[in-house]
């Protein structure tokens, strides 16, 4: 893999974890998601009107790009909502390798039987490893009658993720990479706006007033995360990206223990060293 390609995945992935760090302190607010994609949307607008300006860069859009940009936002519409549902219950040590760990795996077949992509050895043990040790992170979730909402919504966010990812590395080849996920942040805002004001109206004013520097990091870290991702998808592999972007997982448990208290245990550690190998698998195929 080209070390650009691997800078850019490693870096999307700590900002990946980070930002979800926030919107679990928050307990997964669904206004503070909400409000953070018009944010995101509109943080990278004026790049994509200086680039036209003063590059000149075509800002049609082919219908193939047209196609990938709505049929992500519908996705990432329900993406968000679930998200943020199963912050609202579970831990981020228990949430993120579930959703992280279903949307590689979905990614990575699809990728495999249907794109025809190839994968080498080394790749195929690091994706292996991987997803051990994900899973592995996740176990005792699994033996917790009372965790059973969360990983069904979990499962349901990796099974968005999986869908997002094959349509964004269309989505990016057709598509200038910022027009592209400014309009798909902003069109998500748009699709989940009727739910909104249908169900939380009544406190989308306080939570303005509550947390305000939540929205915008939020907004901004998912926004530039996205950004690294669909410029790697333009120069690299989708089935070894995205199994690479599970670095986030490790950086996520540490965030959980560090800042939110939450309980370590072997199981996690063991989790966590798998994930570090399988990754060195995939730099060295």
């Known amino acids: 893999m080209d070390v650009i390609v691997f800078v850019l995945v490693i870096s999307s992935a700590v900002f990946h974890a ?12 669904i206004i503070v998601v909400w409000l953070s ?32 940009v709505v049929a992500s936002a519908v996705v990432h519409s329900v993406y968000f909502c679930l998200l943020a549902r199963a912050y609202q219950k579970g831990e981020i040590s228990i949430v993120y390798p579930i959703t992280r760990g ?32 994900i899973f592995l992170i996740a176990l005792k979730s699994f033996t ?9 919504m979990s499962l349901s966010v990796g099974a968005m993720i999986g869908a997002c990812s094959l349509i964004d590395k269309v989505g990016a080849i057709n598509v200038d990479p910022v027009l592209y996920i400014s309009l798909l942040y902003i ?21 303005l007033r ?20 669909l410029f790697a998808f333009t120069m690299g592999s989708v089935s ?3 199994p690479m972007r599970e670095f986030a997982v490790v ?35």
Do not use: H
Not at 18 to 29: A, C, E, F, I, P
Not at 37 to 65: A, C, Q
Not at 144 to 152: C, E, M, P, R, Y
């Open 187 to 207: 069109i998500s805002g748009l699709l989940m706006t009727p739910y909104i004001l249908l169900n939380y109206r009544w406190i989308i004013g306080s939570t």
């Open 240 to 242: 070894y990206i995205v």
């Open 144 to 152: 917790k009658n009372s965790n059973s909402d969360v990983i069904g």
């Open 37 to 68: 994609l018009f944010v995101g949307g509109l943080t990278v607008l004026p790049i994509v009107i200086g680039n036209t300006y003063i590059k000149g860069l075509e800002t049609t859009i082919s219908l193939t790009g047209l196609v990938c």
């Open 102 to 133: 279903s949307g590689i795996t979905i990614t990575t077949l699809f990728a495999l039987f249907v794109l025809n992509e190839n994968i080498s050895f080394a790749g195929g043990v690091g994706i292996t490893l991987i997803l051990a040790g």
């Open 210 to 229: 509550t947390y305000p520097g939540y929205i915008m990091t939020v907004g901004q870290g998912s926004i530039g995360t996205y950004l690294l991702i």
């Open 18 to 29: 980070s930002w979800n760090l926030v919107l679990r302190k928050v307990t997964g607010n």
């Open 251 to 285: 950086v996520s448990v540490f965030l959980g223990i560090i800042f939110l208290k939450e309980e370590i245990t072997i199981p996690k550690f063991i989790g966590i060293a798998a994930i570090s190998i399988g990754l060195i698998c995939l730099r060295l195929g």
